[in-house]
């Protein structure tokens, strides 16, 4: 007798799989795309001041990704992202005005300093947990900026450095738009090494360590040295995010990396969602652009902050971010399925 149930044939066999491979890789197309084009038009059709902007986007996308993974992933509520943005963006500046470095060369020294003194104040994550880590944390920030101001003879004191523009190679990167051309692909790359952290194991870890660090012990891993990443992750991005801003801004001093960096750091990653990467970045992208948009009128920053999370709490809970994942959501089953 005739079976019912007939082979497939070739084509519809091999159908599902490249479906399920398309649809698995289509993000990753479509963010290449978009950087793409970004990368080719942006330095042709904007302003300077524009391109200066999106510079200083890609700064505090870096800096929310970090901060996100300590607050909104593992839960350890560190105040420290400021005095990590500094010395990111002390120790490269130094390295190009006193030992002549080239810019490139001094990126990954910065972001290893950064993730060894985050890592170092991580032990104190070892013993301390909640308001105590945040006042500790938030000292460290201020001995670290009672330094900076004091440290005359290495920073220059309340009087700053005037850091010089990258060059490498013979190429300068003084000009806006090729800052942007230099920048896009290491925050790109950031990103993207990130989101394939967050979907492994040691992403699992880190979640794994935020929900409770007694379930995180009980199957073998040791909650205080995932701690001890976390931080260090933490300080790479920092690290990575200071020499940039370093170089974007061209001047820096001991009063760009005070409490306020942190609290503005909170705050993206509050409005763009807690735990989400894409909530780190389109909270550190809007929190830049709200910057930007009020920098000239005294005070209306804060009061903007403050509606800001008043809105996103009371109306979008799981912040901006969750926009997106509940329309997502909301979208029917396709009828062919």
Known sequence: MRSVVEPLSPSKAGAAPHKSILARYRPWLVAL?????????????????QLYTLNLIQVNILLAVGLNLVIGVTRQFALFSG????????????????????????????????????????????????LYLAMITF???EVFQFILVHAD???????????????????????????????????AIAVAGYRLMETG?????????????????????DPRMAKTIAFAIQGAYAGLAGAMFAAAVGFIDPY????GVTLQQLTAIAVGGFGSLAGAVVGGAVLTLIERGVMDLPGVREIVYGLALLVVFLGFPAGLAGLFSRRRASRPADAGR
């Open 201 to 221: 194991s040691l992403g699992r870890t880190m979640t794994a360590l935020g929900d409770s660090e007694i379930a995180l012990a009980s199957v073998g891993r």
């Open 83 to 130: 005095a990590l943005l500094g010395i990111g963006a002390y120790v490269a500046a130094l390295l190009q005005m006193r030992l002549g470095v080239p810019f490139l060369l001094s990126l990954p020294v910065a972001v290893l300093a950064t993730m060894a003194v985050s890592a170092a104040v991580s032990l104190v994550a070892w013993r301390a947990g909640g």
């Open 153 to 187: 003879a290495i920073t220059n004191g309340p009087d700053g450095l005037a850091v010089p523009r990258p060059a490498f190679a013979g190429v300068s990167f003084a000009a806006p738009a090729r800052l942007f051309e230099l920048f896009l692909p290491l925050t």
């Open 139 to 141: 000292g460290f920030g």
């Open 33 to 49: 795309a978009v950087l793409a084009a970004l990368f080719a038009a942006a330095p042709r059709l904007l302003s300077d001041y």
């Open 256 to 259: 760009s990396f005070g409490l």
